[in-house]
C-alpha cells in the first residue's frame, strides 16, 4: 500500500472542517501552487531617518495586482538603533541576530538599515520583487491552517515539504496598520506607520528525515495585538546557504 501524502491528508481535513460553519468561519487557509514564492525581508529601525521610506514600499506590497499570493512580505525590527535616542517597541535582539546570520550565511559583510533580503539575499529594491528566482521550481510545498481565538491565541497547522535535503522552517506572526509618535532620536516628531510587522518568530523548525514537518503551534497574543491585523508566514529555508526556497503567507480572517 503507498504511504498516503501529508497534502492529501491535511486536504482531507481541511474539507471535513469545510463541512463545519462554525469552525471554518473563523479558519483561515493556503497553500503553496506550482509557482515560487518570494520572502521579502525588511530590516528597520523606527530610530532610523532613512528607513520610513523603505516601510512605506513595503507597506505598498498589498496582497493585490502581480503580487497577489507570490510575494511574502515581513518587517524585522532590529534593536541596535535603540540606544541611539529612540527605542523602537517593535524592535527584537532575536531580529537583530537574524540579520547577522543571513549575512554570513550569504557570505556577505552588508549588515545596514533599512535592508531589504530577497529570498535570502541583499537586494537594492531595483525593479520588482518578483525576481527570477521565481521562475525555477519551488523547494518546498506547504500549506497552513490559521485560528484565531480574540484576546487569548493564534493556533497554526499545517504541513512543510521539502523536495531537497538541508532545509528547515520558521514561522512568523506578523501584524499591520500599527503607528508610532516617535518623540526622540532620528525621527522626533514623526507619525510613523508600519505594516508586515513582525511580532513572533518561531524556528528553526527541523524537518523529519523525509524532509517533512507536521506544524502545529499555539502562540498566545501579546498586549495590544489586534486580531484583525495578525497574519502569518511559513517559510523554508536552506540551512547551509540561507536561501529561501518557498514561502506562505496568510492573513486573518474575520470570525
Known amino acids: ?25 473563523a479558519a483561515c487557509r493556503a497553500d503553496t501552487g506550482a509557482a515560487r514564492n518570494v520572502l521579502l525581508e525588511l530590516y528597520t529601525s523606527e530610530g532610523c531617518d532613512s528607513c520610513p521610506p523603505a516601510d512605506r514600499r513595503l507597506s505598498g506590497y498589498k496582497d493585490t495586482g502581480a503580487y497577489a499570493g507570490r510575494l511574502v512580505p515581513l518587517a524585522f525590527h532590529v534593536d541596535y538603533w535603540d540606544r541611539l535616542g529612540w527605542a523602537d517597541r517593535f524592535a527584537s535582539q532575536q531580529f537583530t541576530q537574524r540579520q547577522y546570520a543571513m549575512a554570513t550565511l550569504a557570505r556577505s559583510r552588508s549588515v545596514y538599515t533599512p535592508q531589504f533580503l530577497r529570498n535570502g539575499r541583499d ?14 521550481r519551488p523547494g518546498a510545498r506547504i500549506a497552513i491552517e490559521l485560528h484565531v481565538a480574540p484576546g487569548a491565541r493564534m493556533t497554526v497547522s499545517g504541513e512543510v515539504a521539502a523536495t531537497a535535503p538541508g532545509a528547515e522552517a520558521w514561522l512568523a506572526v506578523y501584524e499591520n496598520n500599527l503607528d508610532s509618535a516617535v518623540s526622540a532620536g532620528e525621527n522626533s516628531g514623526k507619525r510613523l506607520r508600519h505594516d508586515y510587522v513582525v511580532r513572533r518568530l518561531v524556528g528553526p523548525l527541523a524537518l523529519d528525515s523525509r524532509g517533512q514537518l507536521a506544524l ?10 489586534k486580531p484583525a491585523d495578525l497574519g502569518v508566514a511559513v517559510f523554508v529555508q536552506d540551512k547551509a546557504s540561507g536561501e529561501i526556497v518557498q514561502a506562505l503567507q496568510r492573513h486573518a480572517c474575520p470570525a
Not at 537586494?123 to 525555477?136: Q, V
Not at 502545529?216 to 495585538?225: A, E, F, S, V
Open 216 to 225: 502545529r503551534q499555539d502562540i498566545p497574543l501579546g498586549p495590544g495585538w
Open 1 to 25: 500500500m503507498r504511504p498516503r501524502s501529508p497534502f492529501l491528508i491535511l486536504a482531507a481535513g481541511l474539507c471535513l472542517a469545510a463541512a463545519a460553519p462554525a469552525v471554518a468561519a
Open 123 to 136: 537586494w537594492r529594491g531595483g525593479g520588482s520583487p518578483l525576481d527570477a528566482s521565481t521562475e525555477s
